[in-house]
């Protein structure tokens, strides 16, 4: 079960009014971290033109880069501050981008609604891993794409992303994370098989140096020991079943 007192996620609401202002350290690192995921992602997915889900997009980094890349998207997030800012910025940057408060159990779309869903820094935050792993599927067309990245569930990982990061270095607020929620890289496997999804492989996402004002910027790594990045499809038929 999730300790409440690490998996705070009041933080993204407490940060809201500034979230695209650059003024807070730790929500510029999490705009640092877009570059490096779509670096990766755009080498399965040609966004334009495509329906897109971002889970858990808290004030709309991510949805706005999508966006910048053609794509038709939708953002979902439980912080309905941080959901209020994200429309307010998109509105003021003429970006037609629909934002929704929800959460990933529950998801408020069609079955087969969109061509991918991104879901980043989510699942280890998350009440239900397979009940949202599960929703994920049932809005996903056929053929279509989860690109995420979580957190590893191991000491080293424990250690950097919150005795490190946020005990230490203050880059992330004291409770953002639970470790006991972070997942390890087989776990989240299983739990896309038994969802109908077909996991791709993985590779680690990690700081790269630092830009001019001293923040993390970040990219692709050779471990997966702490944060891993990935994808995973929809058949576009079902798999055939053995023996038969």
Do not use: Q
Request: aromatic share 8%; net charge negative.
């Amino acid at each position: 079960m999730a300790d409440a007192a690490r998996n705070d996620l009041t933080i993204y609401d407490t940060a809201a009014d500034g979230w695209w202002s650059d003024e807070t350290r730790w929500v510029r690192t999490l705009r640092n971290l877009v570059p490096a995921r779509l670096r990766y992602f755009d080498r399965f997915v040609d966004w334009r033109g495509l329906r897109v889900l971002d889970l858990g997009c808290a004030g709309g980094f991510m949805a706005e880069a999508l966006h910048d890349r053609g794509a038709i998207v939708y953002g979902i997030d439980p912080a309905g501050r941080a959901i209020d800012a994200a429309r307010r910025h998109a509105v003021a940057a003429h970006k037609p981008i629909e934002y929704r408060v929800g959460v990933g159990e529950d998801l408020p779309y069609d079955d087969g609604a969109f061509d991918a869903v991104v879901c980043v820094d989510v699942l280890e935050h998350v009440a239900s891993l397979d009940g949202t792993v599960r929703e994920i599927s049932r809005v996903l067309k056929p053929g279509g794409w989860l690109l995420f990245d979580t957190i590893n569930r191991n000491p080293l990982a424990r250690f950097l992303s919150i005795t490190l990061a946020e005990e230490l270095l203050g880059v992330l607020p004291r409770g953002t994370h639970d470790p006991d929620l972070f997942i390890r890289p087989a776990e989240l496997e299983a739990e896309l098989r038994s969802a109908d999804l077909v996991p791709g492989p993985v590779t680690g996402l990690g700081p790269w140096g630092l830009n001019r004002r001293g923040d993390l910027v970040f990219g692709t790594v050779p471990t997966t020991a702490v944060i891993y990045i990935g994808t995973a499809r929809k058949p576009s038929r079902p798999e055939p079943v053995e023996g038969a």
